[in-house]
Structure formats: structure tokens, C-alpha cells
């Protein structure tokens, strides 16, 4: 269960691309990288997961380098409705997902 | 509805008083997570169940707290004797089978609640 770090807010503007890094310098071989989007009053919804190099689905692209200590979530042109906390975890098939406090994302109009 | 249901959504109570919260996973899911959420933090793990049986209770934090999952689907979390530091934001999630932090969390959009 690596310990993850990440900025604790960021601000963007309609439009942008905006990338959030996440550290994990101690991840383990079996640790996968997920990450999670939670809106105010809602639980975390699953936005994305790798193991290495780069994912992309509808919503996002996660970037992984080679050595695996950290990551980068990327969204791609984000609007109003991409504000909220995205919270990054590494873990593996064992552990019970362990979240920290996550990056507070606001895009502005 | 097809994702995680939790009631209340909304449950305000004095301390000292005796609190139930409700999750209703998605069918099928054997695994169910019940994570707590204080304002400003990410949720925080309390009891894990596969099945029937709690298989990892160790965040629940002191013995005020119980959850049971009697038939393997519907989850009780108990708070006994409610302090005025229990009042967060309860979470339930549940996924297929444990994959632990592989694979997806379906998260319900929680119970809150408040003790006066």
C-alpha cells in the first residue's frame, strides 16, 4: 500500500487541459493506480485505473513513466462540471483502497 | 435504481443516542466497504465484508461501532452512545468480489449525520 501525494488544490479554466500529479515513490510491484472524482454530497466515482505506461477512456488519460513513482491524470478540455476532489491511490489486490485527502480541482467560467 | 443505496440521507441525532445507517449494494456484489468522510478529508476505511463475514474491521474505531451484513447483501452500520466527533458523512461502496485497490468501487452517496 504505497503512500500517494498530491497538490491539494489547483485552478483551471473552461476549456484547458489540466493535469494532476500524483507521487507514489514507494509503489509496490503488484500496486495499481486508481483514481477517483467525488462532487459535493456524492460518494467517489471511479474515473479511471493503470499499471503502466498510458490508459485512456472517455473521461481522462493516466499517464504512468516507466519507473512508476508517480502519475498524472489528464482531462482534456474540462467545463464548470469537472470541479470537484480527485483523489489518486496505489494499491494492490490485498489491500483495502486507502484514500488521502485528494486535490481540490475548480475551473473557472 | 442499479448502483448503491443508503438511507437516511440525512440523520440528525443527540449525543448519547443509538444510530443505524442502511446500505443496499449492488446485486450481486459480495464485497462491501463502509468508509467514514469528515469535512476537507477523503473517506476513511472502517469494515470490509465479503460475504456474510466482516473480513477486515480494523478502522472502525472504538467498540461504539458494529456493522453486520446478516444475508450477504444488505449492510448495517450500528453507532452506539453517539458522540458529537461521529458526526461525519457515512460511506458504503461495494464491488463484485474483493479485488482490494484493483479494480473499481461503486460508492453509494452516503448518510449523513449530525449529532447535537
Known amino acids: 500500500l504505497a503512500k500517494t501525494t498530491q497538490p491539494i488544490s489547483m485552478d483551471s479554466y473552461e476549456g484547458q487541459e489540466v493535469n494532476i500529479t500524483c507521487s507514489h515513490n514507494n509503489i509496490a510491484t503488484n500496486d495499481y493506480i486508481t483514481w477517483y472524482q467525488q462532487f459535493p454530497s456524492q460518494g467517489p466515482r471511479f474515473i479511471i485505473q493503470g499499471y503502466k505506461t498510458k490508459v485512456t477512456n472517455e473521461v481522462a488519460s493516466l499517464f504512468i513513466p516507466a519507473d512508476r513513482k508517480s502519475s498524472t491524470l489528464s482531462l482534456p478540455r474540462v467545463s464548470l462540471s469537472d470541479t470537484a476532489v480527485y483523489y489518486c491511490l496505489a494499491s494492490g489486490g490485498s489491500y483495502i483502497p486507502t484514500f488521502g485527502r485528494g486535490t481540490s480541482l475548480i475551473v473557472h467560467p | 435504481g442499479a448502483g448503491v443505496s443508503q438511507t437516511p440521507s440525512n440523520k440528525v441525532t443527540e449525543k448519547g443516542k443509538y444510530v443505524e445507517l442502511r446500505c443496499d449494494p449492488i446485486?450481486?456484489?459480495?464485497?462491501l466497504y463502509w468508509y467514514r468522510q469528515s469535512l476537507g478529508q477523503g473517506p476513511e476505511f472502517l469494515i470490509y465484508?465479503?460475504?456474510?463475514?466482516?473480513?477486515?474491521d480494523s478502522g472502525l474505531p472504538n467498540d461504539r461501532f458494529f456493522a453486520v451484513r446478516p444475508e450477504g447483501s444488505v449492510s448495517t452500520l450500528k453507532i452506539q452512545r453517539t458522540e458529537r466527533g461521529d458526526s461525519a458523512v457515512y460511506l458504503c461502496a461495494s464491488s463484485p468480489t474483493f479485488t482490494g485497490g484493483v479494480g473499481e468501487l461503486f460508492f453509494g452517496e452516503g448518510s449523513r449525520l449530525t449529532v447535537l
Open positions: 446485486s450481486g456484489h459480495t464485497a
Open positions: 465484508f465479503q460475504g456474510t463475514g466482516a473480513a477486515d
